[in-house]
């Protein structure tokens, strides 16, 4: 066969080819390194390396010589550089970790892997803003990421270069990280799927922290059926190295969804389900290009049998200020490693073991993260803590309960994920609220702990991509994937691609 067109299959077709015998894993991995490398300019990949990622595909051709067949055996990917690995460099987007190699893979490299794993094959690592902390991959210290469908515009963020790859075509799936939204903002930006599980369904081992009471990683791929491959691998308890992983065993995410697939799209194939929307989500915050594309897709679901009812979360404004004390506050905490005595950078020259921090850490770290820092420290310093961080802790248990009053009325929560569609690269200049703002979606549900995923739901200004967002109760992802499938078998958003030079 012609081998041209490999990079237009999802993941679930490469893993069909691949088992049939139709293509090697080598001839697969082989095409999508020389599509990166044509497309490096987008900025998405911040290291491969050809023999690493040639020798697992060969790993992954002894396995389906001998007969094995899993459903993502030899099907190459690539992981956001947050999550550590043994064989590429990591450096969480930052100065801090140049040149970085960690000892050992992060539970879900491990477990997505050819190794010891599912059998995929990684391409690389992945651009994203300096340890996940933005909305635009600006803030990656190395270089920006551009959006694939207009070069002039970000991809989002934190996870930017993992949703270009996937958009661009470079790589079929790609793992993310969402804090307060790095999955589904970048997804929806370039009209790619997302999913962030529940807090605590995949193992934070190996993950560079963040804001660890909100970090959670997942799958980025074209499709839902693609996101539940990925996840149905990546889930699961991880006792031993991550307390907070939920005791719940690993699901078989698409097994449903192929399924629903072969039956076809019966007349109603949602009829039952109730579809909270949120009035402060559909409010003047949200560009009318965005707000009218979010209510199309729901109309969509509407024929598909669902009910829409208006639901309420009275708090979400708040979500903002809360967040913005939570996760510098963790963050100010986890950060704190980075001292240049055990790993990451050391300052060349300073007087002292004190000039040797201050001057290993300002040169280490950029703005956005020092700016975090001085937050954390600030709200969790004596005298400030019951003021700010003790208040956003009770204000983020009320807006989890907000949620679960919302939930008694409805199965799914639906709305934009983000306000606009994808802006300039610069447009939003030094401005860190700005930035913030953008965040007003993602970030409540991100605080509640619930999964949340973004849905490729058609186009608005600038012909940019929209997503709608899906959130769903505590541990309810086979829910979000199995509606979000039927609607794709519906629509065909997911499967526009841009046109690339
Ligand atoms: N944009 C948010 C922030 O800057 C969320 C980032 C994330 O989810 N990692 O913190």
Request: with cysteine; charged share 20%; net charge neutral.
């Amino acid at each position: 066969m012609s081998h041209t067109d490999l990079h237009d299959l999802s993941v679930a077709q490469l893993a069909a080819k691949l088992a049939a015998r139709e293509v090697s894993s080598v001839e697969v991995t082989q095409h999508f390194l020389g599509r990166i490398r044509q497309h490096d300019s987008l900025g998405a990949f911040l290291a491969t390396d050809r023999e690493v990622s040639l020798a697992e595909a060969r790993a992954a051709d002894v396995r389906l010589a001998a007969g094995e067949r899993t459903p993502l055996l030899g099907v190459p990917l690539a992981h956001k550089d947050i999550f550590v690995t043994r064989d590429f460099p990591t450096t969480a987007g930052s100065k801090m970790l140049e040149n970085y190699r960690s000892p050992f893979d992060a539970t879900v490299v491990a477990r997505l892997g050819v190794h010891s794993g599912a059998g995929m094959v990684t391409l690389g690592k992945l651009n994203c803003d300096e340890f996940a902390m933005g909305s635009g991959n600006d803030n990656s210290a190395y270089k920006p990421v551009q959006n694939p469908w207009d070069i002039t515009r970000v991809p989002g963020g934190s996870s930017g270069g993992s949703a270009a790859a996937v958009a661009a075509r470079l790589v079929p799936a790609a793992t993310g990280t969402d804090t307060g939204g790095s999955i589904r903002q970048p997804a929806a930006l370039t009209g790619i799927t997302g999913i962030k599980p529940t807090y605590g369904r995949c193992s934070r081992y190996g993950m560079v922290a963040f804001a660890s009471s909100l970090d959670q990683a997942g799958p980025m791929a074209r499709s839902a059926l693609d996101c539940a491959l990925l996840l149905s691998s990546m889930a699961g308890p991880d006792p031993d190295r991550d307390s907070t992983s939920l005791d719940l065993p690993a699901l078989d995410y698409a097994t449903d969804l192929i399924a629903a697939s072969a039956q076809g799209t019966g007349a109603t194939p949602l009829k039952g389900l109730k579809i909270g929307l949120p009035t402060q989500f559909f409010g003047a915050g949200c560009s009318a290009d965005v707000l009218q594309t979010v209510r199309g897709a729901l109309a969509e679901f509407e024929k598909l049998g669902a009910t829409l009812v208006d639901v309420s979360l009275p708090l979400t404004e708040l979500s903002i200020p809360v967040y913005y004390v939570i996760a510098p506050a963790e963050a100010s905490s986890n950060l704190s490693r980075f001292d240049g005595v055990r790993y990451g950078h050391r300052a060349a020259h300073y007087t002292d073991l004190t000039d040797m921090y201050k001057k290993s850490r300002s040169e280490g770290f950029g703005d956005e993260v020092t700016r975090r820092i001085m937050i954390g420290t600030y709200v969790l310093s004596h005298g400030y803590y019951d003021a700010y961080y003790l208040k956003a802790q009770k204000i983020r248990r009320l807006i989890a309960e907000d949620f679960q009053k919302a939930f008694a009325q409805c199965d799914i929560i639906a709305g934009p994920v983000s306000p606009t569609v994808a802006w300039k690269i610069g447009e939003k200049g030094d401005d860190p609220v700005a930035n913030y703002l953008a965040d007003i979606y993602t970030l409540s549900s991100s605080l509640a702990g619930l999964p949340g995923m973004s849905v490729p739901a058609g186009f608005g200004e600038g012909g940019m991509p929209v997503g709608l967002q899906l959130i769903g109760n505590y541990f309810k992802e086979a829910q979000l994937l199995g509606a979000a499938h039927q609607f794709q078998l519906a629509t065909d958003w997911h499967l526009r691609t841009p046109s690339l030079r």
